[in-house]
Structure formats: structure tokens, C-alpha cells
């Protein structure tokens, strides 16, 4: 069983930026893609990027493109996600995510993963 607790949420004005943190245990952390994911009020929790359990694969979203980079350190069994020039749409509770244990691929679906943290808030003012 696998537990993710995020960190590194706060409320930031437009333009900038902020890291996320996800520490994971009682698993072995680089056997699991990882993915982090969004959800703001009233809207379904959505993909925002996601790191093979090498690390030497990404994905994100379009929207957060050029913007936001996911990283691991297998490590330190934590999983980052960098967020630069935020914008107000931005605004959602982030979550960490990890898949079953040598999961093929990475995948955009909720359904590609099976721990979930329990957020953190990121606030964009404009």
C-alpha cells in the first residue's frame, strides 16, 4: 500500500510560480508512474502531468505546457511538480498520484492510477 502526502500549495499572485511535493511510502516508489492531477471548484478532477517510473518519460497537458515540469527522485521517493508563470486558472486543489507497480506507459486517466494524496491548494490571484 502506498501512501502520497503533497505539499507546497499556497496562494501566489499571477506570474508566479511555485513547486509541489509529493513524498511517498510503503511501497517502492520507482516501480510506480506517477501523475498529478487538478481539480477546481465544481469542475472534474483533471490530468495535469505525469513521469514514468524511470523518469526518463513525461506528458502534461496542454494547457500547462512550457509551464510546469514534473520531476522525480526515486531516491528521496518524491515526486515535484515546478509551476511557473501561474495564471488564475490555475486555481485548483492538486493531487499526486501513483500507478500499479510497473505500470506500462503513463497514462492521462484517472483510472491509470491507483494511490491518491489528499491535495494541496494552489490559489492564483490576478
Known amino acids: 500500500q502506498v501512501q502520497l502526502v503533497e505539499s507546497g500549495g499556497g496562494l501566489v499572485q499571477a506570474g508566479d510560480s511555485l513547486r509541489l511535493s509529493c513524498a511517498a511510502s510503503g511501497g517502492i516508489f520507482s516501480r510506480h508512474t506517477m501523475g498529478w492531477f487538478r481539480q477546481a471548484p465544481g469542475k472534474e478532477r483533471d490530468f495535469v502531468a505525469a513521469i514514468s517510473w524511470s523518469g526518463g518519460t513525461t506528458d502534461y497537458t496542454d494547457s500547462v505546457k512550457g509551464r510546469f515540469t514534473i520531476s522525480r527522485d526515486n531516491a528521496k521517493n518524491t515526486v515535484y511538480l515546478q509551476m511557473n508563470s501561474l495564471k488564475p486558472e490555475d486555481t485548483a486543489v492538486y493531487y499526486c498520484?501513483?500507478?500499479?507497480?510497473?505500470?506500462?506507459?503513463?497514462?492521462?486517466?484517472?483510472?491509470?492510477?491507483?494511490?491518491w494524496g489528499k491535495g494541496t491548494q494552489v490559489t492564483v490571484s490576478s
Open positions: 498520484a501513483a500507478s500499479s507497480e510497473w505500470a506500462s506507459g503513463i497514462g492521462r486517466s484517472r483510472d491509470a492510477y491507483t494511490y
